[in-house]
């Protein structure tokens, strides 16, 4: 069975050009959660993780959580 390459949730942040700032200004949070949510300090509901794999267009299979 092949392998799926995963990446991090900064790495599907940036692969989607976006800075954190932009992404935290569409996602109506502020820039310090999408921080915490990409270095593991805060937990990231399942919601909100839906809605981030839609604004970086990328599957959430593909995406490894801290």
């Known amino acids: ?3 799926t390459i995963q990446i991090s949730l900064a790495a599907a942040r940036v692969n989607a050009r976006l800075t954190q700032e932009e ?3 569409r996602m109506k949070i ?3 959660t999408i921080i ?3 270095k593991g300090r ?3 509901k399942i919601a909100e993780f839906e809605e981030l794999c839609n604004l ?3 599957s959430k299979d ?3 959580l801290p």
């Open 62 to 64: 593909y995406i490894i």
């Open 42 to 44: 805060t937990s990231i």
């Open 23 to 25: 992404a935290a200004k």
């Open 30 to 32: 502020g820039k310090r």
């Open 36 to 38: 915490n949510w990409e």
């Open 56 to 58: 970086y267009k990328i």
């Open 1 to 3: 069975m092949p392998e």
